[in-house]
């Protein structure tokens, strides 16, 4: 689509846009497409590949080249309401405001028993935190000050009616509030489907019930996962999900004709029925099972992704006139730059994996060497959040737009390469000093040989570390033989979609944003993922902060995040 610059100023205040509307009103050209290279890189900066053929030709140019989006004037003064604010997400936004705009008020919702909990929580968890250290420096004496006036804890829980609040505060939060950021969710792949459907699909729909209370709302943040888009296969674009969307590719789709489309309330009343009928003892078991079968049936790869879809899904459905935008991450994985490189909270999806290869507990991985990871560090999720938010909530749209934060489609890392880097951080700086060396990481695309070859090196490196004698009898040899098989294939199989993961993430929307930023704005609220040097983000960045703050510090008690 083409504007004419004059039919479009008629539409957009100068004032909003700055430098850039004045330059169009002068020129009286019409605004034009760029095609798919940028600054002179293109989307692709490995050789050609397959799926490249699936891209447009063109892609539409941004508005704001000039004057910028605008991202600091949009923030000051403004009030946030934010769920899940002590988790991986939520708190690299929280910082991020704090350290980087002149925001008002955050108010945050925290799961405590009171208010002097919910206090001690956010002095815990958000005030004491490392990745505040430099606002800490900034403030310095005077940071307490500065924190218990921007920071509100309000007491609350988002599986409860009302978010859990009292009266005062949610008078308080409706009558001041000008963007919701919705981070909480319970992040667990495989958790009891009742408790996913609950925090992922019921808890959105009260959130969004209590934002169309707000006064001066300007706009609904949803943060979700790409992964919502189930086994879809080729370039996947940022598109809204709408009710009864499912995750099928086309050669599921095809094989099955007559399956209904996905339904909520059915979902809800599946999860209960399934309560109802197993014995206290069986409940969780019987519930898990019951989500990894529901997903497969419908297309996901376990229930975390498809109860994440349907809270997409129901949050379309219901929005109404609220302004919604929807920020769906990759992997996420430890900051890339700031505020301190390498900083992360809680046992991520790949961690597991480095630090047991580190170990010497993973000889083996279920996985194609050519396949191209999508890792996204924190940082950028929180500036591309923070970005988004600016853009679109200064227009007063009910719009709902999605933005893929992801790094696959730009600049690509091979599992082949992600194993060479790991490799060379753990073979010059061993976990272990008692492991002597360790091997390059064996990659399979068959379980049955990927076992065989797992159960035989973990096997080795039980005799070398252990040995039967007087103190290691043959019995507990065997025993922890079995518990490490167990759990290196129970690790693969949990991520073994992203092993062979046939699409892409499309990131248009957000190299657009990208491109409207001015150069002040692309500098301290950095998106371009072509920035990253995987070899110097693993070696040097990612898994020093990983031994830092996770098998030095203290981990994440859970995945549920409010």
């Known amino acids: 689509m083409k504007f004419s610059s004059e ?108 208010r002097e909990a919910a206090l001690d929580r956010l002095t815990k968890e958000i005030v004491n935190s490392e990745l505040f250290k430099c ?27 009302n978010l859990g609040m009292d009266t005062y505060s949610t008078h308080e939060i409706i009558k001041e509030v000008d963007v919701i950021i919705e981070s909480a969710a319970s992040t667990t792949l495989n958790d009891r489907y009742d408790d996913l459907l609950d925090t992922n699909v ?33 370039i996947i674009f940022e598109k809204p999900l709408v009710m009864g969307d499912d995750g099928r590719n086309e050669a599921m789709s095809s094989s099955i004709t007559s399956l ?9 009343k599946l999860a209960m029925r399934t309560i109802m009928a197993s014995k206290d003892s069986d409940a969780t078991k019987d519930l898990k099972r019951l989500g990894l079968e529901r997903a497969a049936l ?36 430890s900051t890339f730059n700031e505020p301190l490189p390498g900083w992360i909270q809680g046992n991520r999806m790949y961690d597991p994996v480095i630090i047991s290869y580190g170990k010497g507990l993973l000889p083996a991985y279920l996985a194609d060497p050519d396949v191209h990871m999508d890792i996204v560090p924190v940082d950028m999720v929180a500036n591309t959040t923070i970005a988004a ?22 600049n690509p890392l091979p599992f082949s390469d992600f194993f060479e880097y790991i490799y060379e951080h753990f073979s010059s700086s061993p976990l272990s000093p008692d492991l002597e ?38 019995q507990k040899h065997q025993k922890q033989y079995k518990a490490r098989v167990a759990y290196a294939e129970q690790l693969c199989k949990m991520y073994e979609f992203v092993g062979f993961f046939k699409a892409r993430f499309h990131t248009g929307n957000t190299q657009k944003l990208l491109e409207e930023m001015s150069k002040e704005e692309q500098v301290n609220f950095e998106i371009d993922a072509r920035k990253i040097d995987w070899r110097k983000y693993f070696v040097e960045v990612h898994i020093p902060g990983l031994r830092k703050h996770v098998l030095n510090g203290a981990r994440a008690s859970s995945n549920t995040t409010y």
């Open 260 to 268: 209904p489309r996905v339904d909520l309330a059915d979902e809800i």
């Open 202 to 234: 019921n808890a959105p729909q009260r959130l969004m019930r209590f934002a169309k209370t707000c006064k001066n709302l300007k706009l609904f943040v949803h943060i979700s996962t790409a992964f919502v888009n189930g086994r879809k296969e080729g």
């Open 437 to 474: 060396g360790i091997k390059k990481m064996k990659l399979f695309s068959e379980f049955n040989d990927f076992s065989r070859y797992l159960r035989d090196g973990i096997s080795e490196l039980n005799s070398n570390a252990f040995g039967v004698n007087g103190n290691t009898t043959l």
């Open 7 to 114: 039919k479009y100023s008629q539409k957009i205040k100068v004032s909003s846009f700055g430098n850039y509307e004045k330059i169009k009103l002068r020129s009286g050209k019409r605004v034009g497409k760029v095609g798919v290279s940028y600054n002179g890189y293109t989307y692709f900066t490995s050789p050609h590949h397959p799926l490249e053929s699936e891209l447009p030709l063109e892609v539409e140019s941004g508005f704001g080249i000039n004057g910028g989006i605008g991202i600091e004037k949009f923030f000051e003064g403004k009030n946030i309401f934010i769920t899940g604010a002590t988790g991986l997400v939520g708190k690299a936004l929280v910082e991020k405001l704090l350290r980087s705009t002149s925001v008002g008020k955050i108010y945050l919702l925290v799961k405590a028993d009171n």
């Open 389 to 410: 938010i600016a853009k679109h909530g200064i227009t007063d749209k009910p719009d709902l737009n999605v933005y893929h934060a992801a790094t696959g489609y730009l």
């Open 298 to 333: 419908y297309g996901w790869y376990n229930p975390y992704h498809m109860t994440k879809a349907m809270g997409e899904m129901a949050l379309n459905e219901m929005r109404g006139g609220v302004p919604v935008l929807i920020i769906r991450p990759s992997v996420i994985e």
């Open 135 to 161: 606002i800490q420096e900034k403030h310095g004496n005077s940071y307490d000050e500065f924190v218990r006036e921007k920071l509100i804890p309000v007491v609350g829980n988002i599986c409860e009616p």
